[in-house]
């Protein structure tokens, strides 16, 4: 019995010295992690306010179409600006947002510079849209023309300002039937709604109607005939390749168009 009660003794003064330097142990490590805290905000507070911090240097790489100037205005940067308080996201989101632009890249250079680096889009044809001439990218994006990016492919008549889809769709379009013609020998394309082709040849002002399908076959009776059409339809404004055995000539000055056979022994009209 008495050895029972030692024991309880003992037990009870060390559960004591435990309850009693526990909290002190508690109360140490939030003393310590509260003075952890306030020195790492004060650092954080100077790093954002520090002179050494502030942006002196941008960089902005891969432009052509875009100017720098533009590039900057979009991403809102004002020189001075501590590097740590620039949304970097923000930035690139913003500059994506002209219309030349179709990705770009911001950056921190330690310890104050910014590097943005643009890929500008593609223009891979002028378009007249509504009468007016603009670049297209093979995405379908409507681009201001920019000499830069102007070359000798046929313009391409048929797109829409607001219908980025359809327009992709009639660009896949175009650059195929420039793939078979050839683009060196045309001067514009024509692709309605419906994906029917029309060109019109660099050396002759003439609509050749082209349909859906076979262009190249089409295209190839046209040339075995179009010195004949010159020079008897000087003035012809169209000429249809549509149908199987029939070749329809507009002759222009709201004169009736005349239907003539196609011979495929003779290869006549």
């Given at each position: 019995?008495?050895?029972w009660?030692?024991?309880?003794?003992?037990?009870?003064?060390?559960r004591?010295?435990?309850?009693?330097?526990?909290?002190?142990?508690?109360?140490?490590?939030v003393?310590?992690?509260?003075?952890?805290?306030?020195?790492?905000?004060g650092?954080?507070?100077?790093?954002?306010?520090?002179?050494?911090?502030?942006?002196?240097?941008?960089?902005?790489?891969?432009?052509?179409?875009?100017?720098?100037g533009?590039?900057?205005?979009?991403?809102?940067?004002?020189?001075?600006?501590?590097?740590?308080?620039?949304?970097l996201?923000?930035?690139?989101?913003?500059?994506?947002?002209?219309?030349?632009?179709?990705?770009?890249?911001?950056?921190?250079?330690?310890?104050r510079?910014?590097?943005?680096?643009?890929?500008?889009?593609?223009?891979?044809?002028?378009?007249?849209?509504?009468?007016?001439?603009?670049?297209?990218?093979?995405?379908?994006?409507i681009?201001?023309?920019?000499?830069?990016?102007?070359?000798?492919?046929?313009?391409?008549?048929?797109?829409?300002?607001?219908?980025?889809?359809?327009?992709?769709?009639?660009?896949q379009?175009?650059?195929?039937?420039?793939?078979?013609?050839?683009?060196?020998?045309?001067?514009?394309?024509?692709?309605?709604?419906?994906?029917?082709?029309?060109?019109?040849?660099?050396?002759?002002?003439?609509?050749?109607?082209?349909?859906?399908?076979?262009?190249?076959?089409?295209?190839?009776?046209y040339?075995?005939?179009?010195?004949?059409?010159?020079?008897?339809?000087?003035r012809?404004?169209?000429?249809?390749?549509?149908?199987?055995?029939?070749?329809?000539?507009?002759?222009?000055?709201?004169?009736?168009?005349?239907?003539?056979?196609?011979?495929?022994?003779?290869?006549?009209?």
């Amino acid at each position: 019995m008495k050895k029972w009660i030692g024991r309880w003794r003992r037990s009870l003064k060390r559960r004591s010295r435990s309850d009693v330097l526990g909290p002190v142990y508690i109360a140490g490590a939030v003393m310590v992690a509260l003075v952890f805290a306030w020195g790492l905000y004060g650092v954080v507070s100077y790093a954002y306010e520090a002179e050494a911090l502030a942006v002196r240097g941008i960089t902005v790489r891969g432009l052509t179409h875009v100017s720098e100037g533009d590039v900057l205005a979009q991403a809102g940067f004002t020189a001075g600006t501590n590097i740590l308080e620039l949304d970097l996201d923000a930035m690139r989101e913003s500059i994506e947002g002209l219309r030349w632009v179709k990705h770009a890249r911001v950056g921190r250079v330690w310890p104050r510079e910014i590097v943005i680096s643009v890929m500008e889009r593609d223009p891979i044809a002028l378009a007249r849209i509504d009468g007016q001439i603009f670049q297209v990218d093979e995405e379908g994006v409507i681009l201001p023309v920019d000499a830069a990016g102007l070359d000798d492919s046929p313009i391409l008549d048929g797109l829409r300002l607001d219908d980025q889809e359809g327009n992709q769709a009639r660009i896949q379009i175009y650059r195929e039937t420039i793939g078979l013609i050839g683009e060196g020998v045309l001067s514009e394309v024509h692709i309605t709604e419906a994906g029917e082709v029309s060109v019109v040849p660099s050396n002759f002002p003439i609509l050749v109607e082209l349909g859906l399908d076979q262009h190249l076959e089409r295209w190839e009776r046209y040339l075995e005939n179009s010195v004949r059409i010159r020079e008897e339809y000087p003035r012809a404004s169209a000429v249809d390749l549509r149908f199987e055995d029939q070749v329809i000539i507009k002759p222009g000055d709201d004169q009736p168009a005349r239907s003539l056979t196609w011979d495929d022994e003779t290869r006549l009209l």
